[in-house]
């Protein structure tokens, strides 16, 4: 199979058949061989049925089901799993990305491309309290990952079926998905400026909110690409640097108090001896973290964090 259109959507019925359509078309008119798997993430407007009258008359349409509302990139990881094609293909469903681009993302694939990252270079949603937001985003994302992307957050997407295999997209990292590559190993990730289309039904699912959420999780993925198969490599050794500390001042106030000055103050009226006992139970507790996540990684159980209702499309 050529490709796999991997579209995440919540609520979004009213696009869904114009979506589908245009794909069709331009897969049909390149000859592709080709799914398209659409990722219902808890949708009530009815979104469900659509797809299943879509996987009815055309075969290559396949759909999978969440209970609920789990995120997109829950819904993600789900058609990563199933997708087929040597080439996998993102989009969102609200016909804001342009199923036209779709031939010439194949294309820098099959030249040797891992990533293919879409920059909206020209939009159509901007508005002060969504531009600001987003230019610091990627600015912080562009210095933390040290990929010069200008969108790492766009929808659209072109992967090799390796790299789908090979990464996990949990939480909300969907955001980070271009670092998430880089930190498995694949280097070849390069940038294309994609068409961007005003959003034609319904009303966007995002909030200011996902930018504060946005670089929260772009400390916690900054993390675990530095720390995260070692963690006491960084907990270790902070806990045990205060530990040292602590140490060293619980020496000094025990020489001071038995051979120097025998009947000077009580130790507890000296401001060195609280900065001992906390330098010695944070250094403790750090230490412990650090050996506890040790213990986590060893034993730890990957586990699917969403669960599928339905699946349509597959024998």
């Known amino acids: 199979m050529d490709i796999s259109i991997v579209i995440p959507l919540l609520n979004e019925k009213e696009s869904l058949k114009e979506l589908y359509h245009w794909i ?17 993430d808890g949708s009530t407007d009815g979104s469900w049925q659509v797809i299943d009258q879509l996987a009815q008359q055309n075969p290559a349409v396949k759909g999978i089901r969440f209970f609920r509302n789990y995120g997109k990139s829950q819904a993600l990881h789900a058609g990563f799993l199933k997708a087929q094609g040597e080439v996998v293909i993102t989009m969102d469903a609200d016909l804001q990305d342009s199923p036209d681009e779709i031939p010439q993302l194949y294309q820098m694939i099959l030249q040797g491309n891992d990533l293919v ?8 949603d901007h508005t002060l309290s969504k531009n600001i937001p987003s230019k610091l985003f990627n600015l912080a994302a562009r210095k933390v990952s040290g990929l010069q992307l200008h969108d790492f957050n766009c929808g659209l997407k072109a992967y090799k079926k390796q790299v789908v295999k090979n990464i996990e997209v949990t939480g909300e990292m969907h955001r980070y998905i271009p670092l998430l590559v ?3 190993g694949f280097r070849n990730i390069v940038e294309k400026p994609v068409q961007h289309q005003a959003r034609k039904y319904g009303t966007t699912k995002f909030g200011i909110s996902r930018f504060t959420h946005g670089f929260l999780d772009l400390i916690t993925i900054w993390f675990l690409s530095r720390f995260g198969r070692n963690p006491m490599h ?3 050794l902070w806990g045990a640097l205060i530990l040292f500390v602590g140490f060293c001042l619980t020496v000094y106030l025990g020489v001071d108090k038995l051979f120097i000055h025998p009947e000077g103050r009580l130790l507890t009226d000296r401001p060195q001896f609280y900065l001992a006992l906390v330098s010695i139970l944070l250094g ?5 973290a650090g050996f506890l996540g040790e213990m986590i990684l060893k034993i730890r159980n990957n586990r699917q964090n969403y669960k599928i209702s339905k699946e349509i499309g597959w024998n």
Not at 24 to 40: C, K, L, P, R, W
């Open 182 to 184: 880089k930190n498995a």
């Open 117 to 124: 990252s879409g920059w909206k270079k020209k939009r159509y």
């Open 284 to 288: 403790s507790q750090l230490f412990l």
């Open 234 to 236: 960084f907990f270790g």
């Open 24 to 40: 069709a078309e331009v897969m049909q008119s390149n000859g592709f061989t080709y799914e398209i798997i659409f990722i219902d």
